[in-house]
């Protein structure tokens, strides 16, 4: 072999091996975006959720599109939620998506869009099954729960005074024991919202929900209940609710109910 295609040999090898280490390396770094996503769903796996133009606080989750979760494969079923029954979930438009997309049964929901603490103890009714329109106090008198779960505060974050929202809390509490005594009352950690929503909202934010959430804590301390703070999956390290699971920043998509539910199922069982 002359020297001329001696030369031409060694040049292709050396790109030959260029190459192939250049490709080894890209593939590293996709994987380990890959490792990334799979961490923050608690079935390792990573679905999209649908989208939505509504940006307010007082979105209706009603009108998420189920259809965009047509493939995922439920965290839980129905049957692991035997917590519940006989249980009472109060609370406002994120309850409302509890009650249609997490599977729970056997348990009666008192909330609505927009509902605040404020309207709740002040006689405000909600429709339930049968077209029957009830009270908080009047629900309360008429049947008998295990457990009631209390998911309030979002629609109170634009609240003056936090010292107001807090006696109103009370006087729910006090209204649940005096009608409900044997029954066990959760006070949940209001989850935060993503990020983007957080930065553009003037009190709908993470802020101002972390502050919420500490006199709620302390609020608990004196009373006969139970703290639970259900944002485990739900929430990335930044302490902002991970926007894979919301269509609008506040509101949960079908998967994000189910680990929801799971969670308040593993903490009050």
């Known amino acids: 072999m002359d020297r001329k295609k001696l030369l031409s040999v060694i040049f292709l090898l050396i790109i030959s091996l260029m190459f192939t280490l250049t490709g080894c390396h890209g593939t590293y770094v996709d994987s380990d975006q890959d ?5 923050i769903i608690m079935d390792n796996t990573h679905e999209e959720s649908g989208e939505s133009d509504q940006t307010d606080n007082d979105s209706n989750i009603d009108e998420y599109d189920e259809e965009t979760n047509n493939s995922y494969v439920p965290v839980a079923e129905a049957g692991d939620y035997s917590v519940f029954e006989n249980a009472l979930f109060i609370g406002d438009s994120r309850t409302e998506g509890l009650q ?53 505060g979002m629609n109170d974050l634009g609240m003056k005074y936090i010292e107001e929202f807090i006696e109103q809390y009370e006087l ?57 703070n259900p944002d485990n999956g739900l929430v990335g390290s930044d302490g902002a609710l991970i926007p894979d699971g919301s269509f609008d920043g506040v509101h949960f998509s079908k998967e994000y109910c189910i680990i929801w539910a799971n969670n308040l199922a593993e903490m009050t069982e």
């Open 35 to 39: 490792d990334d996503q799979d961490v």
């Open 100 to 152: 249609l997309y997490s599977g729970i049964k056997g348990a009666d929901f008192f909330c609505a869009k927009g509902l605040s603490m404020y309207e709740i103890v002040n006689g405000e009714t909600v429709n339930m099954p049968g077209g029957i329109s009830v009270s908080i106090r009047e629900l309360l008198e008429q049947n008998d729960y295990s457990k009631v779960y209390i998911g309030l």
């Open 172 to 228: 729910l509490i006090a209204m649940v024991q005096e009608l409900q005594p044997e029954s066990e009352i959760y006070v949940q950690a209001l989850i935060p919202v993503t990020q983007e929503k957080s930065d553009n909202h003037e009190y709908v934010n993470n802020g101002q929900i972390f502050w919420y959430n500490s006199h709620i804590y302390e609020m608990t301390e004196n009373l006969d209940v139970t703290y639970v």
